[in-house]
C-alpha cells in the first residue's frame, strides 16, 4: 500500500463518518439555509472536531458562500475541504538542525511513545542518520524492555538505567554517549502518569534543565504523543501539557480504526500546535509525516487523480 493508500485507509472510519455524513446532508437538501448548516455543524461535533472547531467551519463556511453567491449544496464538499487545509496550516516538518539534535517524547501512558519512538528511530535511519535512544522511562523495567526491542528492530543503539533511576541522569548519559559516537539525534522517552501531574511535569522540567546545560545550542523537538482514539479527551490532554512545556508538535497515534480523526483539525484550530506525525497502525512502517492536504483528501476522497 502506497503512503496515500496507508492514510486512507488509517481515515476510513474518519471519512465515513465526515464525508458519508455530509454527503447525506447535501442529498436531503436543494438548497443552502440555515438547518443545513446546523446539520453540518452536528456532523462535525460527532466526528471529535469539537464544538468550537464545528463552529468556526461553519461560520467560514457561510463566508465562503456568501462571498462566491453559491447556491448548490453539492459544492459545499469542496469549499469545507479547502477551509480545513487553510485551518490546518503550513506543513511543519522536524526541525533536527544541528548534531546531535534532541527529540523529546511526552504524553500520557498507553498513547503509543515507545512504539512512536521505534518507528522514528526507524526512519531516521533509514534517512543516514545515527540515532541514540534514552530509556527514561525508568517508571517499570519492562519499559525499558520494551524500547529495547525496539532500539533493536530499528537498528539504533539504546542508553538505560535500571528501573527507578532518575530520568534525567539517563538523559544525562544518553547525551554523554550521543557525543561520544557522533551521533545526529537523541530520542528520549519518557513516563507519563497524569493522576501524579505534578511529579511528572517536575520531571520533564528536570529533563529539560539536562537538555539545555549539555546541549545549549541543539535543536530541541519536543513531541506530545496523543492517543486519537480519546478524541476530546486528547485535545484536554494537549491544553494541559501545552501549559507545562513547550510543545514543537504532536504525534497523533491509533488514527487507524478510529472516528475520531478530527481532532487533528481541532488540535490546530485551539491550541494552534501542528501535528507532525501519525501513527496508522503497530508495525515499525506505520508512521506518517502529516500532511494537511493528503489529510482533507483522505476525509473527503478526492486526492485520488491529483
Ligand atoms: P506508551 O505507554 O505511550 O509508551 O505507549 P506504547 O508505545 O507502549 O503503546 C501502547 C499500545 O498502543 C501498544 O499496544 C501499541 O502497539 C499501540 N499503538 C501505538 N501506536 C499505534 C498506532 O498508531 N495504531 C495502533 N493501532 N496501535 C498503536
Ligand atoms: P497507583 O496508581 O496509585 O498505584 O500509583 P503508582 O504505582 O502508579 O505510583 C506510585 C508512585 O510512584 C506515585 O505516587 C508517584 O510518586 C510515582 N510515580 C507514578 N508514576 C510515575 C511516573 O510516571 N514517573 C515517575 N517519576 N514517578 C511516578
Ligand atoms: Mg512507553
Redesign the pocket.
Known amino acids: 500500500m502506497g503512503l496515500f493508500g496507508k492514510i486512507k485507509a488509517g481515515l476510513s472510519k474518519t471519512k465515513a463518518s465526515i464525508s458519508d455524513g455530509i454527503e447525506s446532508i447535501i442529498n436531503s437538501f436543494t438548497k443552502i439555509d440555515e438547518e443545513l448548516f446546523e446539520e453540518l455543524e452536528e456532523i462535525l461535533v460527532m466526528s471529535d472536531m469539537g464544538v468550537k472547531t464545528a463552529t468556526d467551519i461553519c461560520d467560514s463556511l457561510r463566508a465562503k458562500i456568501k462571498e462566491t453567491g453559491i447556491t448548490d449544496p453539492n459544492e459545499i464538499k469542496k469549499l469545507m475541504h479547502g477551509i480545513i487545509v487553510d485551518m490546518l496550516g503550513e506543513d511543519t516538518p522536524l526541525k533536527l538542525d544541528t548534531k546531535p539534535s534532541v527529540i523529546l517524547v511526552i ?10 519512538i521505534g518507528k522514528l528511530a526507524s526512519q531516521l535511519k533509514l534517512e543516514g542518520k545515527k540515532v541514540v535512544l534514552g530509556a527514561a ?1 525508568t517508571f517499570r523495567a519492562a ?1 525499558i524492555d ?1 524500547l529495547g526491542i525496539w532500539a533493536e528492530r530499528a537498528g539504533v543503539s539504546m542508553v538505560k538505567s535500571v528501573e527507578g533511576t532518575d530520568p534525567a541522569s539517563v538523559v544525562f548519559d544518553t547525551i554523554s554517549s550521543a557525543k561520544s559516537k557522533g551521533a545526529d539525534v537523541i530520542i528520549c ?1 519518557t513516563a ?1 502518569r497524569l493522576h501524579n501531574k505534578k511529579n511528572l511535569m517536575d520531571e520533564l522540567a528536570k529533563i529539560n534543565r539536562v537538555i539545555s546545560r549539555e546541549l545549549p545550542d541543539a535543536s530541541l523537538e519536543t513531541l506530545l ?1 496523543l ?1 486519537a482514539t480519546t478524541g476530546q479527551n486528547a485535545v484536554n490532554q494537549a491544553r494541559e501539557f501545552k501549559n507545562a512545556c513547550d510543545i514543537t508538535g504532536i504525534i497523533l ?5 478510529t472516528a475520531k480523526g478530527g481532532i487533528v483539525v481541532a488540535i490546530h484550530n485551539e491550541l494552534s500546535i501542528p501535528v507532525k506525525f501519525v ?4 508495525g515499525i512502517d ?2 506518517q509525516p502529516f500532511n494537511a492536504k493528503e489529510f482533507a483528501d483522505g476525509i473527503f476522497d478526492n486526492g485520488e487523480n491529483e
Do not use: F, I
Open positions: 504524553g500520557v501512558n498507553g498513547v503509543g511513545k515507545t512504539t512512536s522511562d519499559a520494551q522517552d507519563g504523543v492517543d497515534t491509533k488514527l487507524d480504526g501513527g496508522v497502525g503497530e506505520d508512521l
